[in-house]
Every structure is written in structure tokens, then in C-alpha cells.
């Protein structure tokens, strides 16, 4: 066994700390369960938008909207609040490739501009209270399907906007705006033409047991990302996406009190907080997370243009396998600069195992701002590189990793 010491910047030492871990979400949090069906739906075979917004529209507080057996064919819809929607186990719901149908106003859903604001999503809450999504099938964005009056894909058109370096007007599959204890539970969410399921400003937000599957190439499908949200628990979920699996992020309030426990992710960017720190990241419970084939595992990026405050974050009971980068932390994510200084603070890594060779990155933005973590009982293989500059990193690492992470649920 060898402990690698780190030297410049990084002050070093070995600790046995007794840690009060508060990153988590306030709220005693069980596995969900599915709320009376008020009535249930059977496809048509054709365009279903106005069957299901009727009955959501109609359906008593407290209950859900039903889809069973066969595909379902819909554009945008909105479940309102205290109602919920139940994808049967049988049954996928599909969204409309018509940017028309998507489009808010001007025109510019299914194009390319300097924004990327001009799509509505495909499933919206807004102002919900106890409302959520529930069921074993499948809701699919048909991102890599070719939109109604164009020869390209949602996907596609992603890349094209890369190449001119503007925006891509997509719409995102689950938004979530300024709501109160919402629900998303064992469904399964595929191809979103953006991201998967945002909550934003939202109090309450649970997602347990889901599945998210998007190409690696698909570019921007994050999974979860939670914004300027508190008291969120996600658990027992498996994500694969082509951006990161979940991603917190502070745009325009506070994100905090998260717990994120029991997952994997096979495929992605990896565990994400950032680069919307703005208003503020802290107490955050990572626990009992496999990550494999990702191109980083544990990940905070933020920069001066996005800058803000990361603060009591711990990850602990982690395994990483075939990550590129398998921890990386950059206060000059793709150096876009402005005013707003990120910092990153009292970050805890215990319990943590990486079974492969990867680059670790610890970038702070100064001397005088350094990173500040704690390693406690981390793992690496022989060979692992590292990049360190402006970081005071306690603790110590062993150079003694070998074996597979052993996942939870199907790759």
C-alpha cells in the first residue's frame, strides 16, 4: 500500500474525524405510493393530447390520470396541480415531434438562435402541489427522431447549433416551475430532445426508482437536475444519458438540503453540481452511488460567470469504474468570465473506491480562494494522474483499488 502526499498549494495531513453529515433533505422521505386512478385511458392509435389533457383537467386532487396498454401519441401537456399521471407498465407515451406544436411564439422551436428559450416542454407543472408522475412504462421524447416539416433530428439539430456556437431551440420532456412536493416514481424516461426532468424552484421534490436512457451522443439530455430546489431525494434510480446524469444547480435560488442516495449511472457526464452555482449549493448527501463508463464521476464545475458558493457536500459509499476524469473539481469550467467568484468549500469524499485509472482535477480559481476538501478512506489504482492547483485538500489516499463496483439493478 502507498499514500501519495500532495505538495504546493495543497496542505496535507491525516485525520479521523467525527462528521455530523446535515446534507439532506428535511423531509422523511419512503417510497412512494401510487394515488387512486380517478380514470383510465385507452390509445386511439393516433393523437392522444386532447383525451389525456381533458381527463387530467377533470380528474378530483388526490388522484391520477391512468394510461394503459398500447402507445400513446401526444404534443404538450400540462398535469395540474394536486393530480397526477400513471404510465401503465404496457403502456409508452410518446411526444409529438411538431416544433409547431411546441413553439412559444416568433417561430423559433426547431431552430437554432443566440437563446435556446423557444420551446415549451413536452410534460409541464407549474405551480403544483402533490402532483407527480407514476407507473413501470415509458415516456419517450423521440430525440432522435426526425421533427414533422424537417430533415433532421431534435439531436441533430443540438449539433448543428454547436458548430455555429448558438443555442438550440428543443423542448425539454418534464419541467417542473415553482411547485410544492412533487412526485416522479418508477417510470421510465427515454430520448428527451433536451433534458430529462428539471425541477425548478420547486420545495419538495422526490424521484424514486427511475430509469432515464439516452444515447451518449445525445448532446444536453441531462437526467435530473434539480434548480434552485430544496428538500430533494433522489433514490434508487439508473441513468444513462449523453450529458450529466443529475445535475444541481443554483441558477436563480438556493439549491439545498438534497439527498442523493442508492443510485448508478452507466453513461453520462456523472454526478454534477454546477456550473449554475450563482445562488448557492450546500448540504448535500451523495450515499451509495455506482458510476461506470462516464466521462467524469464526481463533478463540480463553475466559473465567474456562474459563480457561487458549493458548501457542505459529502459523497460517501461511492464506487467509479471506467470514468475519464473520476473526481473533478473546476472553479474555470470552460473559462466563461464574469463576476461572480465560485467556492468551493468544506467537501467531505469518504468511502470512496476507483477501480480504474482516470485523471483527478482539483482546480481552484486562486490562492487565496482555494478548494477546500477532506479525504477520508479513498481508494485508487496504481497509476491514476492528477491535476492540482489552488486546492487544500486534507487527508490521504491508497493506491490499493482493484475489483468491479458492484451494481445495484441492471446496467
Not at 11 to 19: Q, S
Not at 55 to 75: E, H, M, N, P, Q
Not at 309 to 330: F, H, K, R, W
Request: with cysteine.
Amino acid at each position: 500500500m502507498q499514500l501519495q502526499y500532495l505538495s504546493f498549494l495543497v496542505a496535507v495531513a491525516v485525520l479521523v474525524l467525527v462528521h455530523d453529515v446535515t446534507a439532506r433533505d428535511l423531509r422523511h422521505v419512503t417510497e412512494p405510493k401510487t394515488p387512486e386512478i380517478c380514470t383510465t385511458l385507452m390509445t386511439n392509435g393516433k393523437d392522444n393530447t386532447q383525451a389525456i389533457q381533458k381527463a387530467l383537467d377533470s380528474c378530483a386532487k388526490g388522484k391520477a390520470v391512468a394510461l394503459t396498454a398500447g402507445i400513446f401519441y401526444s404534443g404538450p401537456l400540462t398535469i395540474p396541480s394536486g393530480v397526477s399521471l400513471v404510465v401503465r407498465q404496457t403502456a409508452t407515451l410518446r411526444a409529438s415531434t411538431n416544433p409547431k406544436l411546441y413553439d412559444l411564439g416568433g417561430n423559433k422551436c426547431g431552430t437554432i438562435d443566440e437563446l435556446g428559450l423557444g420551446c415549451k416542454p413536452f410534460i409541464t407543472m407549474h405551480g403544483a402541489k402533490g402532483s407527480g408522475i407514476y407507473g413501470k412504462g415509458t415516456i419517450d421524447g423521440r430525440g432522435g427522431t426526425n421533427m414533422v416539416g424537417n430533415n433532421i433530428t431534435w439531436w441533430h439539430l443540438a449539433r448543428n447549433a454547436v458548430v455555429v456556437r448558438k443555442l438550440q431551440n428543443n423542448p425539454r420532456l418534464i419541467q417542473i416551475n415553482n411547485s410544492m412536493d412533487i412526485t416522479i416514481h418508477e417510470i421510465t424516461l427515454t430520448n428527451s430532445p433536451f433534458y430529462h426532468l428539471v425541477a425548478h424552484e420547486t420545495n419538495g421534490f422526490t424521484v424514486w426508482g427511475i430509469k432515464i436512457i439516452a444515447p451518449r451522443s445525445a448532446l444536453n439530455t441531462d437526467g435530473i437536475d434539480p434548480v434552485g430546489t430544496q428538500n430533494v431525494t433522489i433514490a434508487h434510480c439508473n441513468i444513462s444519458t449523453g450529458d450529466d446524469d443529475i445535475g444541481i444547480k443554483a441558477l436563480t435560488a438556493p439549491t439545498k438540503h438534497v439527498s442523493v442516495l442508492n443510485n448508478h449511472f452507466n453513461g453520462g457526464v456523472g454526478m454534477s453540481i454546477g456550473s449554475e452555482t450563482n445562488h448557492g449549493v450546500s448540504d448535500v448527501l451523495i450515499s451509495g452511488l455506482t458510476i461506470n463508463n462516464t466521462h467524469n464521476g464526481l463533478y463540480i464545475k463553475s466559473n465567474t460567470l456562474r459563480g457561487g458558493l458549493v458548501t457542505n457536500i459529502t459523497y460517501e459509499n461511492v464506487c467509479v469504474e471506467n470514468a475519464g476524469s473520476p473526481i473533478q473539481m473546476d472553479s474555470n469550467y470552460y473559462q466563461y468570465h464574469g463576476n461572480k467568484t465560485p467556492s468551493f468549500r468544506d467537501i467531505t469524499i469518504r468511502n470512496v473506491k476507483v477501480l480504474t485509472n482516470g485523471t483527478f482535477i482539483f482546480h481552484g480559481l486562486s490562492a487565496s480562494d482555494p478548494i477546500q476538501v477532506t479525504l477520508e478512506d479513498v481508494h485508487i489504482t496504481k497509476g491514476s494522474k492528477f491535476s492540482i492547483r489552488n486546492a487544500n485538500i486534507k487527508g490521504t489516499w491508497n493506491e490499493d483499488a482493484s475489483g468491479h463496483c458492484a451494481y445495484a439493478g441492471n446496467e
